[in-house]
């Protein structure tokens, strides 16, 4: 996995976690689920990111 890739699969993932922490806190069911959705993309993203690495070998 390309490192450049990698780091910014671990920010998003790390906003996802803030803005479901922020929904959390406010009681925004909406917030919420969009900071889920958004470490779910993430780890979607770093799992393309290892099956394409994975195909190189």
């Known amino acids: ?3 450049e ?3 910014r699969n ?3 993932k790390a906003q996802g976690k803030a ?3 922020v929904g959390k806190v406010t009681g925004d ?3 919420e689920a969009e ?3 958004k470490q779910m993309k993430a780890d ?3 799992a ?3 099956v394409k690495d994975a195909g190189k070998h």
């Open 29 to 31: 069911r909406v917030v």
């Open 5 to 7: 890739n990698k780091m």
């Open 19 to 21: 803005k479901e922490a």
């Open 44 to 46: 979607l993203k770093q």
């Open 48 to 50: 393309a990111e290892k």
């Open 1 to 3: 996995m390309g490192t």
């Open 10 to 12: 671990v920010a998003e």
């Open 35 to 37: 900071g889920r959705g």
